[in-house]
């Protein structure tokens, strides 16, 4: 029954459609209403089951987008039956609001469901985006619909629906961004409740048109577009709610990434033509000043992003991904100013004891928790001017400049055999390198340091050996 539904909905939209494409919209205004209030009728029928076998929020979230399904049924139903009976422009009437409240109510569904938070800098990124969006999609509807509409019906009348017009843009507006941004694990329910707004805020705009320009005889369109946003509320029970990760957590990708800015693109020209044939007036002026304030808000927060991501590659770049700490590549980079000012400095190579039967044993996932360990108390010991890296597999160094006297060097590589060995799990051993001139290379100081790592090893392990001072 579940899987017969979506299917029975989406031959009912492909016949309506099809039906309405033969001119015989008029005389098809009736079926084709029914159709529509049967596929909402469906969905609210799934949304309410899911709600049912859900718990915590979860349940909350099936439930407000349920309720939110029926009061659209219930607008949509009383707005049909009203094209339907009457052959003029209708007033405004209260089913209107009905459908309306419903469309506001589900789209709350996101902020209620048992997701995690957006960061606020992502948060602000989508709003302006939205506001975008909504300031293009305005653009056109002003210029060929709600001006012309406030100079020949005017009144109240022309207000309200210009209200519910602007409502169901932002609404339309939202639902691109969202339908934009990436989603890890494929489409949600969210997905489809956005497209299923979308659609909404597309069907507010035609059925408004119609009725500004008193052709409610075209109503059967109005009704095939209902039928397709109630089929993507039907279809939005057969998918799963996010409740790890926020619904719209990752960035626009792909092809879908330029959804929000389509309309933006057809904005300019519209706006364009009405400087040229005299048609650009206040609102026009105020909407694309707002439009290019949200572009240059929008192009400063992507600057912030690229340089935090530009931050963020070059961390990767010279740090281990495991531990943390500094790699090899970040350890020459540092060493490529030794000598300049010949302050002393001093290199600890450091091996784990027993590491490999650690690994051997009890697997790869164990023995990268003791190499995190072991990250934790170089830091914990290491002073923070000095640095700490992973060479690779279980090797360490430990690069002091400038560097204090021998002996003290010495004192610190007892101090992280003892850390190492309290952790319980492997112990260490540790050539160290001093140079008192500054004038070794790296490579000359690791070579040093390695001779003495395998003398620590042959001695027993677990101690500290040093090198001979590598130039004189």
């Excluded at 407000?64 to 219930?74: D, S």
């Excluded at 639902?175 to 979308?198: D, E």
């Excluded at 500004?212 to 039928?227: C, E, W």
Aim: glycine fraction near 10%; charge should be positive; hydrophobic fraction near 55%.
């Amino acid at each position: 029954m579940r899987a017969a539904l979506p299917a029975a909905a989406g031959l009912g939209v492909a016949l309506q459609i099809a039906l309405i494409a033969t001119g015989l919209a008029r005389p098809l205004l009736l079926a084709v209403s029914v159709v529509a209030v049967l596929v909402a009728v469906g969905a609210v029928w799934v949304l309410a089951r899911r709600a049912v076998h859900a718990a915590g929020r979860e349940r909350v979230a099936w439930t407000v987008v349920a309720v939110g399904t029926l009061l659209w049924m219930v607008g949509t139903a009383l707005s049909l039956r009203t094209a339907i009976v009457r052959d003029i422009r209708p007033p405004p009437q209260p089913e209107a609001l009905i459908g309306g409240t419903g469309a506001m109510l589900a789209m709350l569904c996101p902020i209620v469901g048992p997701s995690t938070s957006l960061p606020w800098r992502e948060r602000l990124r989508m709003a302006t985006e939205g506001g975008m969006a909504a300031a293009a999609l305005f653009v056109p509807v002003w210029a060929f619909l709600l001006a012309p509409a406030y100079r020949h019906v005017g009144g109240v009348f022309t207000t309200v629906i210009a209200v519910a017009v602007c409502v169901q843009i932002i609404t339309t507006a939202m639902s691109l961004v969202l339908l934009s941004r990436h989603q890890a694990h494929g489409p949600t329910a969210f997905t489809m409740l956005a497209a299923a707004f979308g659609v909404f805020g597309v069907t507010t705009v035609v059925y408004g048109a119609f009725v500004l320009t008193g052709r409610s005889n075209q109503m059967a369109s109005v009704s095939a577009l209902m039928t397709v946003g109630t089929f993507l509320l039907l279809a939005m029970g057969r998918y799963p709610m996010p409740a790890d990760v926020p619904p719209w957590g990752g960035a626009a990708t792909g092809r879908r990434a330029v959804l929000p800015y389509l309309p933006v693109l057809a904005a300019f020209p519209v706006a364009a033509t009405q400087w040229f044939t005299g048609g650009f007036d206040g609102m026009l002026f105020a909407t694309m000043s707002a439009l290019f304030a949200l572009i240059l808000l929008r192009q400063f927060l992507v600057l912030g992003e690229v340089e935090k991501a530009r931050a963020e590659l070059q961390y990767q770049a010279t740090h281990d991904h495991l531990t943390g700490l500094a790699n090899r590549k970040l350890l020459y980079e540092r060493a490529a100013r030794w000598g300049r000012d010949r302050t002393p400095v001093a290199l600890l190579l450091l091996d784990l004891d027993g590491f490999k039967q650690i690994n051997d044993r009890f697997g790869h996932a164990i023995g990268d928790e003791v190499l995190v360990e072991v990250a934790g108390v170089l830091r914990a010991v290491i002073p923070e001017r000095h640095t700490a890296a992973r060479l690779g597999g279980d090797e360490f160094a430990v690069v002091l400049d400038p560097s204090p006297e021998v002996a003290e060097v010495a004192e610190l590589g007892e101090r992280i055999v003892a850390g190492i060995k309290a952790c319980g799990r492997v112990g260490v051993s540790v050539g160290l390198a001093h140079e008192p001139t500054g004038r070794a290379t790296l490579g000359m100081m690791l070579s040093n340091a390695d001779a003495a790592l395998y003398k620590a090893k042959a001695a027993g392990k677990g101690r500290v050996v040093l090198a001979p001072v590598a130039l004189t």
